[in-house]
């Protein structure tokens, strides 16, 4: 087969959509949709949500299916890559040890391949993004949540059960914040959106009780007078507009994670670190302030010589990694 004309058909499963696309050998996405995701709903109708996002690519672009490798998908999480099954995701409650791959492959009548959303996501930029050219790959997305992945030569690393790369739930600060997961002061619960948001809202609460004149920050403007609204992109919007304490609060974000990477690189030592999602985006100005602090974290001598990097996929990042995992099947065993 010539690969030139081959495609992937990616699907990105999330708590309130799915979403399809044609991404080709070279990590272009030609087509994509998407629809609702009933997470709450019977586990067929979950399945049924992602047949009609196969089906509608299929609609629109029917001679693509003669040149499929196969269909790639990323869900949330605990999921087993090795044999496709969705275990018990929170974000999925419909699903519990649901067989998606073999219902896909059963369906279609073509290879499913089904694996995390950040494992997939790091294959993609190993391959085709930000990666390329490194041979050890660390990915970190950065939004609501952290998830990373970890691609060693090209292939993913799962660990003995298929759970390897939680790089979220590292703990850096035993006494800090509980996390989702139980645990507490993951960097998760430290520098995800939700986190940013939350340490903003303590910092205006603290200046108004000591009548430090911080409460007339900006971040009460864009947040219509109430600071219990203040989110992620508010502390953005002000942190853009020269806030000090939305940069106070960005500042300490890149110092949380400057700890957090001086111990994946001690663990790991990638050759890359790759930073995707809304947070990383946010954060991208102080990626010199993360790279200046790491010598205090990290026993690594050359720890400062890394690269940190924003990944090439934004919010197509679920799809072109599904696709990955097809594209690169052999190089994911």
């Known amino acids: 087969m010539d690969t030139a004309h081959t495609f992937a058909l990616g699907v990105d499963i999330g708590g309130t959509k799915v979403a399809a696309g044609l991404v080709d050998a070279e990590g272009a996405i030609h087509f994509q949709t998407r629809v609702a995701m009933p997470a709450h709903g019977s586990a067929a109708e979950g399945f049924g949500a992602v047949q009609s996002a196969i089906e509608a690519v299929f609609a629109a672009r029917p001679e693509a299916r003669s040149s499929l490798t196969g269909i790639g998908i990323c869900a949330p999480g605990p999921l087993d890559p090795l044999t496709g099954v969705i275990l018990n995701p929170p974000n999925v409650p419909c699903w519990q040890n649901f067989p998606l791959a073999a219902e896909v492959q059963r369906v279609f009548g073509l290879t499913a391949r089904v694996d995390n959303d950040g494992n997939a996501a790091a294959l993609a930029e190993a391959i085709w993004g930000a990666g390329v050219g490194y041979r050890n790959v660390f990915y970190a997305t950065l939004g609501t949540g952290i998830g990373t992945g970890i691609v060693f030569d090209r292939k993913i690393y799962h660990g003995r059960t298929g759970s390897a790369a939680e790089g979220g739930h590292v703990t850096i600060d035993y006494n800090g914040p509980k996390c989702g997961c139980g645990k507490r002061g993951c960097i998760e619960a430290l520098c995800s959106g939700p986190a940013i948001a939350r340490r903003a809202k303590e910092r205006l609460a603290a200046s108004h009780r000591v009548g430090s004149g911080q409460a007339e920050s900006k971040l009460i403007a864009l947040a219509g007078g109430n600071a219990d609204d203040v989110t992620a992109e508010i502390v953005a919007e002000a942190f853009r507009q020269a806030d000090l304490l939305a ?87």
């Open 247 to 333: 940069t106070d609060v960005l500042r300490e974000t890149a110092d949380f994670l400057a700890i957090w990477a001086g111990n994946i690189i001690d663990l790991l030592e990638p050759d890359v670190f790759v930073f995707g999602g809304g947070v990383a985006q946010l954060t991208s100005g102080f990626f010199g302030r993360i790279r200046e602090q790491l010598p205090k974290w990290c026993v690594n001598q050359r720890c400062a010589e890394m690269p940190i990097v924003l990944a090439k996929y934004g919010a197509d990042a679920g799809i072109a990694g599904a696709a990955a995992l097809c594209h690169s099947s052999k190089l994911t065993t």
